[in-house]
């Protein structure tokens, strides 16, 4: 999956789920920017912080890549991490 650095302006789309709205946390600067290839969101963007990009990719003693936790999240629970 593509990875590159997130454009000015962009707000980590994992604190505003993590965060509820309201919250100094919710609106955080993104620093990378996740470009999805699975066929049926193609394009589409997430947006992370670097702290965020670092706990998320890792699971225990493993580096658990972005995308495949995505892909996990929405066949287990048909959940999207809307943007
Ligand atoms: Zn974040």
């Keep these: 999956m593509p990875v590159s650095r997130a454009k000015p302006g962009v707000w ?9 709205k309201g ?7 993104a ?3 996740v470009t999805s290839e699975a066929s049926d969101t193609l394009g589409q963007e997430r947006h992370y912080c670097q ?5 998320v990719c890792q699971w225990g ?5 972005l995308q495949d936790q995505i ?4 066949k287990r629970q048909g959940e999207r991490l809307d943007v």
């Design 12 to 20: 980590c789309d994992y604190c505003k789920v993590r965060y509820a």
């Design 23 to 29: 919250s100094p946390l919710h609106g955080k600067a």
């Design 31 to 33: 620093s990378w920017t």
């Design 51 to 55: 702290s965020c990009s670092e706990i």
């Design 61 to 65: 003693d493993e580096i658990w890549e």
């Design 71 to 74: 892909d996990y999240r929405v």
